[in-house]
T-cell receptor, first 112, second 116 residues
């Protein structure tokens, strides 16, 4: 099976812009989780989607949002970008959300 | 509340010597515990997983970890380090409660340096 894929791999944006990141899970996996990785805060959970519904959410401001499509692909959106949003954004998929999560390569976002 | 503490931010070993990366966890339930590895500019790769079937868990690339409930520890070991083992290692906990679906709690990571 193909692994988790994320696009784009790299992004450069300026403050105030918005950005959309995409994640395609492993075939058959219905749960997609998103994480933010920064040197200062480490890896932090953003949210999880299952069957097009957000089931769980971390402690991030409302500027961070996501959605999931009927084919389980997921997108996350960050509006009004801030310098502190510069990070590696990782998505992970699992069959139902309680099992082992498999990670994509990440999207590295740089906000200038 | 769940939490994970990796006791060393940086570990340096010589090639061919044993590796020990230490992890303590805190959880209200019977947790699932994982070790993931991240090589530079790469995503996270699963090394091994504990889910109560056996306290000694064997993973890929010769790594193993032992779950000790009395010590709330889940230390990662390897008998002989290889240069390719140099990477960032994360100890991770997942509580199975229905309110925690899809959520992993990560330790701060341990950077493993392997010297020739």
């Amino acid at each position: 099976k193909a692994g988790v894929t994320q696009t784009p791999r790299y992004l450069i944006k300026t403050r105030g812009q918005q950005v959309t990141l995409s994640c395609s899970p492993i075939s058959g996996h219905r749960s997609v989780s998103w994480y933010q990785q920064t040197p200062g805060q480490g890896l932090q959970f953003l949210f999880e989607y299952f069957s097009e519904t957000q089931r769980n959410k971390g402690n991030f401001p409302g500027r961070f949002s996501g959605r999931q499509f009927s084919n389980s692909r997921s997108e996350m959106n960050v509006s009004t970008l801030e310098l502190g949003d510069s990070a590696l954004y990782l998505c992970a998929s699992s069959p139902g959300g309680q099992e082992t999560q498999y990670f994509g390569p990440g999207t590295r976002l740089l906000v200038l | 509340a769940q939490s994970v503490t990796q006791l060393d931010s940086h570990v340096s070993v010589s090639e061919g010597t044993p590796v020990l990366l230490r992890c303590n966890y805190s959880s209200s339930y019977s947790p699932s515990l994982f070790w993931y590895v991240q090589h530079p500019n790469k995503g996270l790769q699963l090394l091994l997983k504990y889910t109560s079937a056996a306290t000694l868990v064997k993973g890929i690339n010769g790594f193993e970890a032992e779950f000790k409930k009395s010590e709330t520890s889940f230390h990662l070991t390897k008998p002989s380090a290889h240069m390719s083992d140099a990477a960032e290692y994360f100890c991770v906990v997942s509580d199975p409660g229905s309110s925690n679906t899809g959520k992993l709690i990560f330790g701060q990571g341990t950077t493993l340096q392997v010297k020739p």
